[in-house]
């Protein structure tokens, strides 16, 4: 698991810096040649670079219309090409003009005079910048984890959703440790090269090519069918056991590829063929895929079953039945917190408003069955309401940073620390029951896995599901350890 991090994440910044390269050195070169238009380009090149890396990479899944790898690459090119771009400039720019008078009277041609004098003279401040674009796509890559493109950040954010900074620091560490061996042989490089020949240089971009255009290492069969999960301990334990299932009755090969950060991205994942499968909650896909708000006071069936029939209809995708546990989302306090302020309901906040902060996750803050629909079904709002990642919001209720979060009642967090669930006294939060989510075709493909993923249906608990949460969580157990356990011990396997 780590070699294979890390080399994705090798490949990864490679890849995106060879991109970098290839666009901003000859460009610079051309506009060593067009002065009038070069300013505005690299003026661009600058407004590109500001761009949050967040946002870059939000506007690249938009654009390429998918996630993972590519549009990875493609915001740590762009992210990269004004330091390449404006040195390659720069040094062009800088060389002595004596020298290109005395060359051009000796008869050399413009490309000539381009291999032999110019690039060699600008080649240490050309190096200077390829060595910056280095270091900012390889810590910038930490972020692809996002958006399901591997590397390093799969473990910082593995750290930040459970809370462990040993997990932060496993991704932390040897990315670091990459941006500076990557630094130290394009250094070494660029002294051996200096002024002299370009060969060097050559044979690291020939070296590059060949690390990027080898495959992926990987000792897993190819896929028949690749399941993904949110990210978080629960949803890995679920995608594991539907792969075991799916294994134990046919000869398909599945893998298991979670870690999505959010319903839109594992929703958009599954859309556009990246993921085959993942176990989607009835209450956010009523909510977040269809935008519909289930009566108030509807039963499971009632708002399986609007689920069910909506993505069908609005994305012909079939949503097999779901298990037992309801994952729903609640309000959570310090259980001597609420005691001191007499709070045992919803409700009973009101009178608290200003005074209490409020700890919610991003999602949570702009869903309509989260914080928004709290302000319509209860009729107050906080003044003051902190978002934040949801690894983050357990520590800080506990160390009193906030009042109080939203949680999920299957966390292994509120046994941990303790949090008292407040009651939802006006049925504000639907049911969220987990069920396997794929396209029609996919069924229709493969018409036995209706039956296979169904042996789940009513199965696991609430106490079963916080119980492998609070194992993955809290005693760093493997999900799929966790999974296969459940389904041995619960008589899926003969």
Not at 239 to 251: P, Q, V, W
């Amino acid at each position: 698991m780590f070699w294979t991090l890390v080399w994705e994440h090798i490949h990864m910044s490679l890849l995106a810096l060879l991109c970098a390269v290839f666009i901003a050195i000859p460009l610079g070169i051309y506009l060593s040649r067009k002065t009038k238009i070069a300013e505005p380009i690299i003026g661009i090149a600058a407004v590109l670079q500001t761009i949050p890396s967040l946002a870059l990479l939000g506007f690249m899944i938009l654009l390429l219309n998918e996630i993972g790898t590519l549009p990875a690459v493609v915001a740590l090119a762009v992210y990269a090409l004004l330091p390449v771009l404006r040195n390659t400039y720069t040094g062009i720019k800088e060389v002595d003009s004596a020298i290109i008078e005395a060359a051009t009277g000796m008869g050399m041609s413009s490309f000539r005079r381009l291999r032999k004098i110019e690039l060699p003279m600008a080649m240490p401040i050309i190096m200077a910048g390829i060595r910056t674009s280095m270091v900012l796509i390889v810590g910038t890559a930490t972020l692809a984890a996002l958006i399901s493109a591997g590397g390093l950040g799969d473990f910082i954010m593995t750290g930040i959703d459970r809370a462990d900074n040993a997990y932060i620091l496993l991704g932390a560490i040897p990315a670091a440790l990459l941006a500076l061996c990557f630094d130290i042989i394009l250094r070494i490089v660029e002294k051996t090269s200096q002024g002299k020949s370009l060969l060097p240089i050559g044979a690291v971009l020939i070296a590059s090519f060949l690390v990027v255009a080898a495959p992926l290492i990987s000792f897993d069969q190819e896929s028949d069918i690749i399941i993904g999960g949110k990210l978080g301990a629960e949803p890995e334990i679920i995608a594991n056991m539907y792969k075991y299932l799916i294994e134990d009755e046919t000869d398909l090969q599945v893998s298991v590829e979670s870690g999505f950060g959010s319903t839109d991205a594992a929703f958009n994942a599954l859309s556009v063929d990246e993921i085959d499968i993942y176990p989607e909650f009835t209450g956010t896909a009523m909510s977040a895929l269809l935008e519909k708000t289930p009566e108030s006071g509807s039963t499971e069936t009632e708002v399986y079953t609007q689920a069910r029939q909506g993505m069908a209809n609005e994305y012909n995708m079939a949503y097999l039945e779901p298990m037992k546990f309801n994952n729903t989302y609640a309000i959570a306090m310090r259980e001597q917190h609420a005691q001191e302020l007499g709070i045992q309901t919803i409700s009973d906040m009101e009178p608290y408003t200003d005074e209490l902060t409020a700890g919610f996750t991003f999602e949570f803050a702009d869903r309509e069955d989260g914080y928004p629909g709290i302000q319509d079904v209860y009729g107050f709002s906080f003044e003051t309401v902190e978002t934040m990642d949801a690894g983050l919001r357990t520590r800080a209720v506990e160390t009193g940073e906030v009042d109080f979060i939203d949680a999920y009642f299957t966390d292994a967090d509120m046994v941990e620390y303790n949090l008292k669930v407040l009651e939802d006294d006006k049925n504000l939060f639907p049911p969220y029951q987990g069920a396997p989510l794929m396209k029609q075709e996919t069924l229709d493909k493969h018409p036995r896995l209706d039956n296979i993923l169904n042996q789940l249906s009513g199965k696991i608990t609430n106490e079963d599901m916080q119980q492998m949460n609070y194992m993955v969580d809290y005693n760093d157990t493997d999900p799929s350890i966790v999974a296969r356990d459940y389904l041995t011990e619960n008589g899926f396997f003969e």
